[in-house]
């Protein structure tokens, strides 16, 4: 039998989130943000003729997809006893339902705009950020990461599809949680170790996450934190931010009682979810939905890279679970948990973010329930 929580907040997020108003529901213009990210890292412009308003965001420029809740999403999470925020992407627009409490002591209802713990959810995004410099020829997936980190140890055996990959055979002990990508990438540097034996198997680990950014900084020559600041606002993504003291919902932990108690931030700052020190990020369904729309599809990566680096996965590849098309991500978060399921060649996914499980972990059913919405 279901375990129940008697304080539980059946509330549905009540405002819906516009990722700049008014913008239309479809990619409209091609060029506009890809010629921002190509001219500022490689100092090229595909087109000769454009002027500054390709580089800045614009209604014209936008590729944000327009963003509404929906009374459908209600349903089935309600049919789920679902406690979080949830984002559907249909490829044309992004729905969004919440439900429960974002904290129970203060009945904070949990909406659109809640800030989660996002975890391993940011090697996605650094994931996408270097298929983008790929694209650039500012990397290879073949390069070895001693062409952008040369102090790591296996630094010339490793290659940079390894770091994407998580299966490096670098790792690290004793890394502080605290510190930007920079610092990290020195801890990295000064404590890690190599084991051939292991590359190339899957094995998840911060270390790999550091060494992306590690990645990012030398072939754009800009901190880690720019590069993803500069994506966050070009897209406004305004539920989105670094550092997790940003989140705005707690997490809680359920008893085989059904009792919840709530999770200490101490608890929350682990190897797993706090991937990246002071540049680790919170953000919401809808924001992280509206991300993917643009970091993988092919306006932003080229069709041939998505390819290329998803094909040569048969089970993990670049933060994912890969299963053809459909690749996904699930992490627990203590009490919480998030799930991501994404379509490539459909350009569609759902996002749940939740921060407490009530009984079973039933986050699959939902998502399954939710594309059966969308098909």
């Not at 085989?256 to 999770?263: E, P, Q, T, Y």
């Not at 953000?283 to 990566?301: C, G, K, M």
């Amino acid at each position: 039998m279901k375990k129940t929580l008697t304080w539980l907040g059946v509330a549905v997020g009540s405002l819906a989130v516009f990722a700049g108003a008014g913008f239309g529901v479809t990619l409209v213009n091609k060029d506009s943000l890809a010629t921002h990210m190509i001219e500022k890292y490689t100092g090229t412009n595909k087109d000769s003729s454009s002027n500054s308003s390709t580089t800045s965001s614009s209604v014209e420029d936008s590729v944000a997809l327009k963003v509404t809740k929906s009374s459908n999403l209600d349903s089935i999470l309600n049919n789920g006893e679902y406690n979080g925020s949830a984002a559907l992407n249909t490829g044309k627009k992004i729905l969004t339902s919440s439900r429960g409490y974002a904290n129970h002591s203060a009945k904070n209802t949990m909406t659109a705009e809640s800030q989660f713990l996002v975890g391993k959810v940011q090697d996605t995004i650094n994931n996408g950020i270097i298929m983008h410099l790929i694209d650039t020829g500012k990397v290879k997936l073949s390069d070895k990461l001693s062409k952008y980190d040369s102090s790591v140890a296996g630094a010339e055996s490793v290659t940079v599809k390894d770091v994407m990959n998580q299966t490096s055979g670098i790792t690290a002990m004793d890394v502080a949680s605290k510190g930007k990508a920079k610092s990290l990438v020195k801890e990295v540097n000064a404590n890690a170790t190599y084991d051939s034996t292991t590359q190339g198997t899957f094995a998840d680990s911060r270390v790999n996450t550091i060494l992306q950014a590690a990645i990012i900084e030398k072939a754009t020559g800009e901190s880690y934190r720019s590069v993803v600041q500069d994506l966050i606002d070009q897209l406004e993504l305004s539920n989105t931010a670094f550092g997790m003291k940003e989140k705005t919902v707690d997490y809680y932990q359920v008893d085989d009682l059904g009792s919840a108690s709530k999770v200490e931030s101490s608890e929350l700052d682990t190897a797993e979810i706090n991937r990246m020190g002071s540049d680790q990020m919170v953000s919401s369904p809808s924001d992280i939905a509206q991300l993917y729309s643009y970091l993988f599809n092919s306006d932003y990566v080229s069709s041939s890279t998505l390819e290329k680096v998803f094909d040569q996965s048969s089970d993990h590849s670049a933060g994912f679970a890969v299963n053809g098309d459909s690749i996904s991500l699930t992490q627990a978060i203590v009490g919480g948990r998030n799930r991501i399921e994404w379509n490539l060649k459909k350009q569609t996914g759902t996002f749940l973010f939740s921060n407490y499980i009530n009984g079973e972990n039933n986050l699959s059913s939902i998502s399954q329930n939710m594309f059966d919405y969308l098909n």
